[in-house]
């Protein structure tokens, strides 16, 4: 997969997330357990139902070429 093809808001939600996963396996924290699922209900799917229903069909971005749309589109 080309660098070009991962939207730029996953990277966003990966960088976190990795360091999150490292400390869970060092030091088990319940906290930090329901803190790391959080963030990858919210990175992921979460952010695949805003692009998917509300954002990305209203942009006009689309139009010129935007990989975000070509993820999330059922072409």
Do not use: H, W
């Not at 396996?25 to 139902?49: R, S, T």
Request: glycine share 10%.
């Amino acid at each position: 997969m080309d660098r070009k093809e991962i939207p730029p808001d996953f990277m966003v939600t990966l960088i976190p997330l990795v360091p999150g996963i490292v400390l869970f396996i060092i030091d088990y924290d319940i906290f930090l357990l329901f803190a790391v699922i959080g963030l990858v209900i919210l990175g992921f799917p979460g952010n695949a139902l805003v692009r998917g229903k509300l954002a990305c069909k209203s942009c006009k971005q689309g139009e010129i070429g935007c990989p975000a749309l070509d993820a999330f589109s059922k072409k």
